[in-house]
């Protein structure tokens, strides 16, 4: 369990160290608006890629390579980014933290299910909670350590604890324990099987703009606020304590979801404040900035597992959940990936990030239309 805690500490601590960040890095590296988004961008692009290898992935590595080989690379992108002084190194670590979050994305969730059984759920809790509780921890520390020790320093201390993580994996993990072969016996299911099917692009789509809203605020609400006069800590601060609610709002969402057999309801209160927090980002940033905190946070932290859930409600058999896992997911990120590089684009064009949370704005009404459609009778339409 300390060794899973140890992994899911260090899965966003390379992305949620950026956005506090994000102006002194463009200031030193010249990088525009554009090209700083792709530091947020492209790890959550090969996240997705690799979550739709994801079989091919076990197959070839097997859990305990894999993860020890992703945790490595995070520890290595860290590291890295000591000695990047440009935009070019930067983003090539931005890579190389993809890959490395990807790996143990994909191969750890497996091992828990396998590993402790009855209390799976427990440890799938702690692993979730330890993610958000490490981007919560990089975010509002990024400004602080960059003040005493500059802004590279900042970026490549989250390499020391990657490599005690790895330390703690290899511990906790006896070479003899390879379950590679397994995932080669599994069942085999049609790769293509979830491409033609309407309900799983559906439920794709779904995710993949819902996590948008995460990457978008990870990547830009910091940069938002330090271009409206808050100090690099205070807005790494709104971001901490935003990504702490989202784990207490995953949270509740855990505890209360069995009571909804119709997952509509929830979805639609979810919707509705993150909504109002984007509202309150468009209309009064400064004056609304605690109730934006507290509904971004609730909305976002209990839309990210509430889409997995409608999604996995569709399909009964395991070999079958794990596939459309890695379809939702893997497009999903694919499509998520696409946020910070349009707010990018849209500060870069107008100056403002003002036009990135209305357009936020537009993909959550289509999700409120699109979650309507999700009714449990319809569930047998991904089996169409």
């Not at 000591?82 to 935009?87: H, I, P, S, T, W």
């Not at 509002?140 to 020391?160: E, K, M, N, V």
């Not at 003899?176 to 099987?193: D, E, N, R, T, Y």
């Not at 989202?246 to 929830?266: C, H």
Request: net charge positive; aromatic share 8%.
């Amino acid at each position: 369990m300390l060794a899973v805690l140890g992994l899911a500490l260090n899965l966003r601590p390379a992305l949620a160290v950026i956005g506090p960040l994000l102006d002194m890095i463009e200031a030193a590296t010249g990088l525009s608006h554009t090209q700083a988004s792709l530091l947020t961008t492209l790890p959550v692009f090969v996240m997705g890629l690799c979550a739709l290898g994801g079989m091919r992935i076990t197959h070839w590595l097997g859990e305990r390579n894999g993860v020890s080989l992703g945790i490595a690379l995070i520890a290595m992108a860290c590291a890295a980014r000591y000695d990047a002084d440009g935009g070019l190194q930067l983003l090539t670590t931005a890579i190389l933290a993809g890959i490395g979050i990807a790996l143990v994305q994909t191969l750890l969730p497996a091992f828990i299910q396998r590993r402790f059984v009855a209390n799976a759920a427990k440890v799938f809790g702690l692993y979730t909670t330890g993610i958000m509780a490490g981007s919560a921890i990089a975010a509002t520390s990024a400004a602080g350590l960059a003040q005493w020790w500059g802004w590279p320093a900042a970026l490549a201390i989250w390499a020391l604890p990657a490599v005690l993580a790895l330390a703690l994996w290899r511990l906790a993990t006896p070479p003899l324990v390879q379950h590679g072969a397994a995932a080669a016996s599994a069942p085999a299911i049609p790769q293509a099987a979830f491409w033609r099917n309407l309900r799983a692009w559906e439920l794709m789509v779904f995710f993949g703009i819902g996590t948008g809203a995460y990457t978008l605020v990870l990547a830009w609400l910091p940069p938002f606020y330090t271009s409206l006069g808050w100090t690099p800590a205070a807005a790494g601060l709104m971001l901490g304590g935003l990504t702490v609610i989202e784990v207490v709002a995953g949270l509740v969402v855990s505890a209360t979801i069995g009571r909804f057999i119709d997952r509509r309801g929830p979805l639609l209160l979810v919707l509705a404040m993150l909504m109002a927090g984007l509202m309150c980002l468009i209309i009064a940033p400064l004056s609304l900035a605690l109730p934006a905190c507290l509904l971004l946070g609730a909305g976002i932290g209990a839309l990210f597992p509430l889409s997995l859930i409608v999604a996995l409600d569709h399909v009964k058999e395991p070999a079958r959940v794990g596939r459309l896992a890695a379809f939702v997911q893997g497009g999903g990120y694919i499509i998520a990936s696409g946020m910070p590089l349009l707010a990018g684009l849209l500060r870069d064009r107008f100056a403002d990030l003002s036009h990135a949370w209305v357009a936020m704005l537009v993909g959550t009404l289509f999700l409120l239309a699109l979650c309507w459609r999700f009714s449990p009778a319809s569930y047998v339409r991904i089996d169409a």
